[in-house]
């Protein structure tokens, strides 16, 4: 049985459907993306795991079991907009989180401290909240979602606003949950980070779910169209071939747009009469180019 | 239950540590104790003032002068010492004299004659540097009273007897009719009308005070978005239980140290005196308005408390939250002002009709309580209004509660927040 389950929730504000039978489910220790353009009913999908908004049908359970107080306490939850009580002690307000979700007092302090040296930053512990940067405030709010050791996490847009170094820190943070076990419900626009992390993903489009699945078998539902060529001497005479739709120029050598798979196999003898190939290479499709296909074609 | 303590404590502590708190606390405690003692000032200042020193010209009638001087000589402390300038000749020179004097400090004022054969006595003038100078005025008014009916009667050639009986003051003695069978005295209803007005400006302060301070809480935690967190790790409704409550012991901490150091310093010795003399006694306090003052501030905080929680809780920038409550505040304000007018007619009948709507009950119940006696039916009938109402109202507040923490924008109407309602199903 997987922790969290979602089985055809639908929720409707009005006549206007926010969130249109929507179903997947986040085994332990996996991370689950879901994605979608702004307005897609990520947002909604995720009030509603998080029990703040009942689903109109459908039901959603956690660990088999329907919503309850329980529930609440093996949530844990970085919103996308990120807030803090600005003049109250950064200690002060992560032990309240913690308690409000059934920790004692004493665990949370301690819990809090591991954290704070884990970050690298144990001198906030004392600090306020609007003292800090707002990368740290990331990072700190990034802690109250999980310092209560919950069974399933819910990120939303997680590293927004973070410098590269902070991401990657933050990155290892939730892998790391992965593997301990926990269930994490990831949301970003950052493509990269999906491909990174998830292994199964949702992508919605106008409150609807338009592709399901493994990150790898969605892409092998996508024809590889694209080629990279580069070799020592300028070669001449690709837009010629037939199945190419386009050649473009970059510092390393050429970018090919294909039609068909097997086109590739002719640039590569084409190439090769030529003189030597330094690189040749047929790309898969980036999940940022499937998300533009999903999503962007439907908008037509 | 656990969680809602949590709020309640988390609550409580960032409040009584909060700067903010503490000096509007200590500022209020120096104000009411400086106002506790004033009694005491005015007394200390008006009496123990010496005599106002009022010249007259010498050759000025005798008796008129021989009389003002017995009167003031008979009082315990004089309010007037008529002091003697040598007549200059002319009237001129006199009033020239006169100014001089007051110029040199030797004298305030001076008093002037002019006979009237109309009314058998002389017109008398008292002039003055100082505006308005009534205290003294008033006493040279009574002296030459007193001096003139003497006369009047020393001419009428009165026994000593019927003299007595002239002089002898009426008794008029005012006692209120009351169920019990002693009815308050004129001692007891003086105690009753202040103890009553504070009271009702004690209840109007907390409730706007702690309501506001509640409202803007919530809005805070919304605008800082801490709110997302909070409610997916508590229950609204707990959530807002835990914070109305946890206010309540800070407004309660609050008024405890307010009340305190003003009962304290008003039971101190100097001060029972003056209050004396004021005809208010702090015995005389019936201990049944001290338990309905208890039980009307629990019920009007509540009531209040739980508006101001529903209108923090739909506003989502803490600049518009001063319009949003202003409804509620206005409310307050009826309530307050209808009470203070009630003071004066406890027992008119829109004050009656007043005491049975929930809103304004709290103080204008306490009101009649207070100064007009009203039927145990009559008290029960209203207080459970009231009751009644706190539940209604609480069992709604928690719904827009729910709510209205989760919408963000503009202000939503009470269409668009009743459509939610239906919408999230609460």
């Not at chain 1, 990368?135 to 819910?154: C, L």
């Not at chain 2, 907390?206 to 229950?235: D, F, H, N, P, Y």
Request: charged share 20%; hydrophobic share 45%.
């Amino acid at each position: 049985m997987n922790p969290l389950v979602v089985n055809r929730v639908m929720k409707q504000y009005g006549d206007k459907t926010a969130v249109n039978g929507l179903s997947f489910e986040v085994g332990a220790g996996e991370i689950y993306g879901l994605l979608g353009a702004n307005g897609a009913g990520k947002t909604t999908t995720m009030r509603m795991v998080l029990g703040l908004i009942m689903p109109d049908g459908g039901e959603i359970r956690y660990n088999g079991k329907p919503y309850g107080e329980e529930q609440l306490r093996m949530l844990g939850y970085l919103p996308e907009e990120r807030g803090m009580y600005p003049k109250v002690k950064l200690s002060e307000q992560i032990v309240y989180l913690a308690q409000l979700r059934g920790m004692s007092r004493k665990d949370a302090e301690a819990n809090l401290r591991r954290w704070l040296d884990r970050f690298q930053v144990p001198e906030y512990y004392d600090k306020k909240v609007e003292e800090l940067s707002k990368g740290n405030q990331q990072k700190i709010q990034f802690i109250a979602a999980v310092i209560h050791r919950p069974q399933i996490v819910i990120l939303d847009e997680a590293f927004s606003g973070l410098d590269p170094v902070n991401v990657e820190l933050l990155k290892t943070t939730v892998k790391e949950l992965r593997d301990e076990g926990t269930s994490i419900l990831f949301s970003t626009h950052r493509m990269e980070h999906v491909e990174e992390l998830c292994r199964n993903i949702t992508i919605m489009h106008k409150s609807n779910p338009v592709l399901q699945g493994p990150i790898r078998e969605i892409k092998s539902r996508f024809p590889r169209e694209k080629v990279v060529l580069s070799a020592e001497a300028p070669i001449q005479g690709l837009e010629s071939i037939p199945g190419v739709q386009g050649v473009t120029r970059t510092e390393q050598g050429y970018l090919l747009q294909i039609a068909r798979a097997e086109t590739a196999q002719d640039i590569l003898k084409h190439a090769l009469a030529q003189g030597p190939i330094q690189k040749f290479e047929l790309l898969e499709p980036t999940l940022n180019e499937i998300f533009i296909r999903t999503v962007g074609e439907r908008h037509e | 239950m656990n969680s809602m303590w949590t709020v309640m404590s988390f609550t409580m502590r960032n409040k009584l540590r909060s700067k903010s708190f503490l000096i509007t606390t200590i500022i209020l405690a120096v104000l009411l104790v400086v106002g506790a003692n004033v009694p005491y000032f005015i007394d200390k200042f008006t009496s123990g003032g010496s005599a106002t020193k009022v010249g007259y010209i010498t050759d000025e009638p005798g008796d008129l002068i021989k009389g003002l001087e017995t009167y003031f000589g008979k009082q315990e402390k004089p309010q007037v010492q008529l002091v003697p300038i040598e007549a200059a000749g002319s009237a001129e020179a006199d009033a020239a004299v006169l100014k001089q004097a007051i110029e040199d400090k030797t004298i305030t004022g001076y008093l002037s004659f002019v006979t009237n054969d109309q009314a058998g006595f002389p017109d008398v003038t008292y002039h003055s540097k100082k505006m308005l100078d009534t205290d003294t005025s008033q006493a040279l008014q009574a002296a030459l009273q007193e001096v003139k009916t003497n006369q009047a009667v020393q001419d009428a050639k009165l026994t000593k007897e019927q003299l007595q009986k002239l002089f002898s003051p009426v008794k008029l003695n005012s006692v209120q009719i009351s169920d019990s069978a002693n009815g308050k005295t004129a001692e007891e209803q003086g105690t009753a009308i202040g103890l009553t007005y504070a009271i009702i400006i004690l209840l109007f302060m907390a409730v706007m005070i702690t309501g506001q301070l509640i409202a803007t809480e919530i809005t805070a935690e919304k605008s800082s978005r801490v709110m997302e967190i909070i409610v997916t790790s508590v229950s609204p409704l707990k959530q807002m239980f835990g914070k109305v409550l946890g206010t309540f012991i800070v407004g309660l901490v609050q008024l405890v140290v307010l009340v305190g150091a003003t009962v304290v310093n008003l039971s101190l010795p100097h001060n029972a005196d003056s209050f004396k003399n004021l005809g208010i006694r702090l015995d005389t306090i019936d201990p049944k308005m001290l338990i309905f003052a208890v039980v009307l501030y629990l019920l009007g905080y509540f009531l209040y408390a739980m508006l101001f929680a529903a209108i923090g809780s739909i506003v989502s920038r803490t600049e518009d939250l001063g319009q949003a409550v202003m409804p509620v505040t206005m409310l307050t304000l009826a309530g307050f002002y209808i009470a203070i007018f009630g003071l004066s007619h406890p027992d008119s009948p829109f004050i009656v009709a007043c005491s049975y709507i929930p809103f304004f009950s709290p103080f204008i119940l306490f009101l009649r309580i207070g100064l007009a006696n009203p039927a145990w039916w009559e008290i029960a009938l209203s207080v459970g209004i009231l009751l009644v109402s706190v539940l209604v109202i609480g069992w709604l507040a928690a719904k827009i509660y729910r709510v209205g923490v989760l919408m963000y924008g503009k202000k939503p109407s009470f269409k668009e927040v009743f459509k939610a309602m239906k919408a999230y199903k609460v």
